[in-house]
C-alpha cells in the first residue's frame, strides 16, 4: 500500500473522523472496509518498520506514537 495513504488512513482514525468518510457506503460494504482497516490499525508497528526500507521507518515511529 502507498505510504501516503496509510498515513492519511492512521491520521484520519486518530482525528475520529475516518467512519464519517464511509457513511456513503452501503452497509456490507462499510463492514468490508471496515475490516480491512481495521487489519492495518491492528499491525504492530515495531514489526512493520523492520519489513520495510528506512523511509518508511520514521511513518511507523509515528503510528506507533499514535498508538500510545
Do not use: C, G
Request: aromatic residues 8%; charged residues 30%.
Amino acid at each position: 500500500m502507498d505510504r501516503r495513504i496509510l498515513a492519511l488512513i492512521y491520521l484520519a482514525h486518530a482525528s475520529d473522523v475516518l467512519e464519517n468518510a464511509f457513511t456513503s457506503l452501503s452497509d456490507e460494504d462499510y463492514e468490508v472496509v471496515m475490516k480491512h482497516v481495521r487489519e492495518l490499525l491492528d499491525l504492530d508497528p515495531h514489526q512493520e518498520s523492520s519489513k520495510h526500507d528506512p523511509k518508511i521507518e520514521t511513518m511507523w515511529a509515528v503510528v506507533s506514537a499514535f498508538n500510545k
